[in-house]
């Protein structure tokens, strides 16, 4: 298995928030496999607007076993986007343990249960920007320094979403963020490219995780026909906006896209935006 990873990213190390399931642990997984050590932090915290359960301690604990189980090494932690000096200090500790930082994947997101503009409370538009793009900006601001200090370059991968390239309709708050993240990525992509540091931006379409499969609140956007929409009901509609015909794609799916990115075979790529998305971003009607 090890002369299988690339030689480029062998010994390497990366920090991912929301790592504790989902996309941020199918980076882990795929950059593990690689050989790259992972430093990542998850919140471990429940939203009071948000209809569905976030990662908890033991999904924390399982993606380490799963790391370590791959031949990478771990150090993971809870920590929350919005709290600097909790992410500044997993930070501190992932570079005090393994020596060096060399990737970031700013994953760590949620998804409000949607309505019109006017129908959002305050509340729960304070908690999609300040995870979604405060945390975004939070864990930018801590990581940069890191990598600058290695003096050997780096690579960070943002996630958006196909809501940060287009307008859809019920989730303006969602929206906002992910149009905000492209606009900090794009930024800072020019702030450090003569150093070496590339930074690029995934916007995933649907995708198969609790975001979406345990989103109940937000079936009603897909199948406004329907009094209490399952997911199964939701899967036709979901199908119907993509181009390829599958419902969503897979965590995997976006970590592939993530580690070619992160990767030497990405080298001269910077300030792009990689829609994984089945062709939606594209559809004309």
Same mark, same amino acid.
């Given at each position: ?55 908890? =301690? ?49 994953? =760590? ?27 975004? /900006?939070?864990?930018? =601001? ?51 490219? =003569? ?42 509609? /979901? ?47």
């Amino acid at each position: 298995m090890t002369s299988s990873r690339p030689s480029s990213m062998q010994g390497k190390v990366a920090f991912i928030t929301g790592v504790g399931r989902g996309q941020g642990r199918s980076h882990a997984l795929q950059l593990a496999e690689r050989g790259v050590d992972i430093v990542g932090v998850d919140a471990l915290v429940d939203f009071d607007t948000i209809p569905y359960a976030m990662a908890g =301690a033991d999904d924390l604990a399982e993606t380490t076993q799963l790391i370590e189980k791959a031949g990478a090494r771990a150090l993971l932690r809870r920590a929350d986007v919005r709290d600097r000096a909790a992410l500044q200090g997993a930070v501190d500790a992932g570079v005090a343990e393994f020596g060096r930082l060399d990737y970031v994947a700013a994953n =760590a997101g949620i998804s409000p249960p949607g309505g019109k503009l006017w129908e959002i409370p305050p509340s729960e538009w304070d908690d999609v920007i300040a995870v979604n793009l405060t945390g975004v /900006f939070h864990t930018l =601001a801590v990581t940069v320094p890191a990598i600058r200090a290695g003096g050997r370059g780096g690579s960070i991968v943002v996630t958006s979403s196909g809501a940060g390239l287009k307008a859809i309709q019920h989730l303006a708050d969602y929206n906002a963020s992910k149009h905000g993240v492209i606009g900090l990525a794009m930024t800072l992509a020019n702030e450090v490219a =003569a150093e070496g540091i590339r930074v690029n931006v995934i916007a995933p379409g649907t995708v198969g995780t609790p975001m979406v499969t345990a989103n109940v609140d937000q079936f009603p956007i897909f199948r406004p026909d329907l009094e209490n929409p399952t997911l199964e009901d939701c899967k036709p509609a /979901f199908a119907s906006m993509m181009p390829m015909g599958e419902p969503w794609v897979e965590p995997e799916d976006i970590s592939r896209a993530l580690v070619w990115l992160l990767s030497d075979d990405a080298r001269y790529v910077t300030g792009a935006v990689l829609p994984v998305d089945q062709g939606s971003n594209n559809r004309v009607i």
